[in-house]
């Protein structure tokens, strides 16, 4: 073990800001932390167990005979070293968290807490229903919000992301279609959309054509019309889109695509900005996801557990997926393989072993019900609300192309246009991050060169938002005046830019005992 | 509203900031025939930490908790111990309230822990490499096959009659819109897997052989035979572990010649909470990384030489390839991941070897015993933490028989395969270091009068 097992060695040159280094590498509250690998012993553990009672091993002659290579640490090395590791990290905990379509908002922990009832945590999904009634129900008040929030007849609350409840969406689509004999192969995109929507469709085995957006980052409604027919099985639109508008035609795009005999598949990514505002089912949509994770605050853990729920409307509720919870008296029964043929034959499968995200659903329900309707209402005005405050504050140093149109919904968005020549959207963003703040979406959607996606949520105070809007006033200045030293950035952070190239080269994706990046 | 920080004062400043008469305004895009009026009507409205905490409390009361009484059930989900540091470490703000490490200079704490993650999970599978973990078992499962098929440019999968029906269930239904053949069939009740059967079907069309490794049934079966197989026509052996834990004392899958493993990691370091959040495991050889699904994170330097990682590979990812990505996901389950490697970390090899010679040498007890009740035939020569028996009557009412006496005693195969005659009396029973003995003592008496 070396005394600094991070390749950085104390007599390397001292950093931009001259400071002076340490012998740990550690810089006071900001504490380097080597790899378990380095730190652990396979002898070493943090759990004590039981004395082995004596019995003759059952395994069929098929023992492990070589070690694993598996270090342990003690309880107090094990809380530690995690505990260092969570500090290289921003959060939402810590500051303002403006990922464009990410909705990343406070989230309460009253929700947590629920979810760590022994009566939800400690509870078999293969439990004979009547001892699982409580689960069941929870499943089924939260589907009874989603549909009154939605304004949608049916729920498939299976899904485990929002991925995973598009390809439910559209695997309705096609199990429709198919029951009417309709073999069409097209799944029409706006080239605005999600990387996951095209995949989506293509994973389903449809083939995916995009369709473009108008001068004002809207669906061309048009260019749509034009290429409806017998061979579109579904348009994929996301709404509010992913520039952070509302597609005022929504209905008429509805109506065109329904008259073409297709459906309407809409990604709920951006529900944030319209719950309790306008419901879905009022816009003609087939079927939308809702990200559990975004707008009813499960938390995002690092990159997932998602939850993904699909409602449906009255055509594609007959194919929805097993299993789901029916209520049936004052008795909730979960509808599975067996009992589906009675009255759910046109079912198109099972997605999921098990039944969904529960830990996720007990999340959002509790927090459903803290804000209950005119509290969900309040949550998609003060998001608009604090977008808006967001683009009028800033639209004057940076170029804001759909400003001049009228207000954002839940997020606003910027280009790189006025930026000095060799500094970008990569720039501004690093820069952020030395300022305290995480940034925001880059480079996406693609239909705006170099956009910056700012989506502040509702739960951001207006002190906050005042202080991202100074810093970022103060950076775009210096992208325009063509401060080299944006490049550097971060200069304040665990780690200077990475090297992303040399990871994709040569990519080192577990820990070898001889082997170095770089080496 | 309590999660809201704006007062109606900020709110009249910024809507004057901004340039609007109302909030309405700004929601001008909504027609105004579908835009709603007032809050939605019929619902309820907020309410206090108190009140939901009572509401949801109600709720929680309904269901029978698995730690209350004496408790059997497994089939793809565990109920192990997990320690208390546990929930501690995940809980952590910066790592429970985070995003995807999109941003790697201040993410470094996901990103170093994911690497840890997928070090363990290819170790402990006995592969190259790991990915950052994907949404469960079954899904993992899924991918896996679609990963074959694009290794091997095949599209024929053979599934062992040993693999969780809800997983063959999401292939199945899967397989209807992508196109892929896939063969499987119901186990049988007897002491041998399907090794031969899976080796006589594997032909030059197959792409992927699927194997449990230890089975629906619980039985381990050697996989080096059907790998050889495999190997031999160009095929894969893709194989599942619906428990982790059992790897700890028998045969890594990937040291038996897999190479795809795939696998449910809820039983390390994940409660059971009726079925999820779970974390679904992949691991594969290193020379098949390009075709794997889902985030990997990797090492790397930064500008002044310090080691760091960040997510790569992603040229094969939905965000840049679209529709010609490896898989749509986006999401995986970082935070049931990082459970999963907190939880290793304080077992370490000598403490994952002592909770799994524990779950053995507890489940041997239990079979041994219940092989003296009259009746009842245990189907397994060979098993780890969970066994099959036959009992002499149905065993899906016997299951509802036992709650009635306080026992969640096993899982039905009535239950996991409705209508299959051959297997209505089968009941699989998991046996972890959580149960006592008073727990066999209770399941014993149980089984005895519910056979009677």
């Known amino acids: ?519 | 509203m309590r999660y809201l920080p704006l007062s109606d004062a900020d709110r009249s400043e910024m809507l004057r900031v901004i340039g609007a008469g109302s909030i309405d305004e700004l929601f001008r895009d909504v027609p105004a025939e579908l835009r709603l009026k007032g809050p939605i009507k019929g619902l309820p409205m907020h309410a206090s930490e108190m009140a939901v905490e009572r509401h949801m409390a109600k709720l929680s009361r309904k269901n029978l908790v698995a730690g209350d009484v004496p408790f059997f059930l497994g089939c793809g989900a565990y109920r192990h111990h997990v320690p208390a540091s546990v929930d501690h470490i995940i809980q952590r703000g910066e790592f429970l309230t985070s995003y995807t490490p999109y941003q790697p200079e201040i993410a470094q704490g996901t990103l170093q822990l994911l690497f840890e993650f997928q070090t363990q999970v290819a170790r402990l599978f006995g592969c190259e490499v790991a990915n950052a973990s994907m949404y469960d078992g079954s899904t993992a499962m899924w991918e896996a096959i679609l990963m074959a098929h694009r290794v091997t440019r095949r599209t024929k999968t053979v599934i062992s009659s040993g693999v969780h029906p809800h997983y063959v269930s999401v292939a199945t239904t899967m397989a209807k819109f992508t196109g892929d053949a896939l063969e499987t069939a119901n186990p049988q009740l007897t002491a041998e897997t399907d090794a031969d059967r899976l080796i006589a079907a594997i032909d030059g069309e197959t792409s992927a052989v699927v194997v449990q490794y230890p089975d629906i049934l619980g039985r381990i079966t050697d996989l080096t035979p059907i790998a050889d197989a495999a190997h031999a026509a160009g095929a894969l052996l893709i194989a599942v572990v619906t428990e982790p834990v059992a790897l700890g004392l028998i045969k890594s899958p990937g040291e038996m010649g897999a190479d795809i493993v795939v696998g449910e990691g809820q039983s390390i370091g994940v409660g059971l909470q009726f079925g999820g959040p779970y974390v679904g495991l992949f691991a594969c050889r290193e020379k098949h990384v390009r075709q794997m699904p889902g985030r990997l994170a990797g090492e790397t330097v930064d500008a002044e030489g310090k080691r760091g990682f960040v997510l790569t590979l992603s040229t094969r990812e939905q965000h840049i390839r679209r529709e010609k990505a490896t898989s749509n996901i986006c999401t995986s389950s970082v935070l049931c991941a990082m459970a999963f490697t907190a939880h290793m970390t304080l077992l370490g090899e000598k403490g994952l070897r002592q909770l799994a010679s524990l779950n053995h040498a507890r489940a041997c007890e239990v079979a041994e015993r219940l092989a003296r009740i009259p009746g009842i035939e245990i189907v397994n020569d060979s098993f780890f933490n969970e066994f099959t028996v036959k009992l002499p009557v149905e065993a899906r009412p016997a299951v509802h028989a036992m709650v009635e006496r306080g026992v969640l005693g096993g899982v039905s195969l009535g239950r996991l395969y409705p209508g299959v005659d051959a297997l209505e009396n089968g009941l699989v029973l998991a046996v972890t270091e959580t149960v006592s003995d008073e727990d066999i003592d209770a399941l014993d008496a149980a089984l005895k009068e519910v056979v009677r």
């Open chain 1, 1 to 519: 073990m070396t005394v600094n097992p991070s390749g950085w060695r104390p007599s390397s040159p001292a950093n931009a800001q001259g400071e002076a280094n340490t012998v740990t590498g550690n810089r006071a509250l900001m504490l380097e932390e080597p790899l378990l690998f380095e730190i652990g012993s396979t002898e070493q553990t943090g759990v004590d167990f039981a004395d082995l009672p004596k019995v003759a091993t059952r395994l069929g002659g098929l023992e492990r005979s070589h070690p694993i290579g598996l270090p342990g640490l003690s309880e107090p090395e094990a809380v530690r070293h995690y505990t260092r590791l969570s500090r290289q990290n921003y959060a939402i905990d810590l500051g303002l968290f403006p990922l464009g379509s990410c909705t990343m908002k406070h989230n309460p922990r009253l929700n947590e807490k629920v979810a760590r009832m022994p009566g939800f945590a400690d509870v078999h999904p293969l439990q004979p229903q009547e001892t699982v009634q409580g689960a069941l129900q929870v499943i089924n008040e939260l589907a009874f919000w989603l549909l009154e929030l939605t304004g949608m007849p049916a729920v498939a609350m299976s899904p485990k992301a929002g991925a995973h409840g598009e390809l439910c969406g559209i695997l309705c689509i096609r199990a429709a279609l198919e029951a009417r004999g309709d073999k069409r192969e097209i799944v029409l995109v706006p080239e605005s959309a999600h990387g996951t929507n095209p995949a989506t469709a293509a994973f389903a085995g449809y083939q995916v054509e995009s369709i473009p957006a108008d001068s004002r980052g809207r669906v061309d409604l048009d260019a749509l019309k034009s290429r409806l027919g017998p061979d579109v099985a579904a348009v994929m639109i996301t709404n509010p889109n992913t520039c952070g508008l509302f597609e005022p035609e929504m209905k008429a795009i509805s109506d065109a695509v329904h008259a073409a005999g297709a459906f309407v598949y809409c990604d709920g990514a951006n529900f944030n900005a319209i719950v309790g505002k306008v419901r879905p089912g009022d816009l003609g949509i087939d079927a939308m996801h809702i990200n559990l994770h975004k707008t009813f605050s499960t938390p995002h853990g690092g990159g997932g557990p998602g939850s993904g729920p699909v409602v449906l409307s009255k055509a594609l509720a007959p194919y929805a997926p097993l299993p789901f919870v029916e209520k049936d008296g004052d008795q909730f029964r979960l509808v599975e393989e067996e009992t589906a043929g009675e009255h759910h034959s046109g079912t198109f499968g099972r997605m999921v072993a098990f039944h969904g995200q529960m830990g996720m659903f007990t999340r959002a329900l509790t927090y459903i019900l803290s804000h209950g309707a005119d509290g969900l209402k309040q949550v998609a005005e003060d998001a608009v609300l604090n977008a808006n405050y967001i683009l009028r504050s800033l639209e004057d140093v940076l170029d804001a192309p759909f400003a001049k149109s009228g207000p954002c919904m839940h997020e606003a968005i910027f280009s790189d246009r006025g930026f000095a020549g060799g500094i970008s959207t990569i720039d501004l963003a690093k820069a952020l991050i030395d300022e305290g703040f995480h940034p925001m979406t880059m480079y996406f959607p693609l239909v705006v060169h170099g956009a910056m996606l700012v989506e502040p949520t509702e739960t951001e105070s207006r002190a906050s938002l005042d202080q991202f809007i100074l810093a970022v006033r103060s950076i775009a200045g210096r992208a325009k005046a063509g401060d080299e030293s944006l490049k550097a950035a971060p200069i304040y952070a665990p780690r200077r830019r990475l090297d992303e190239t040399l990871a994709a080269r040569k990519p080192v994706l577990t820990y070898r005992e001889t082997e170095t990046a770089g080496s």
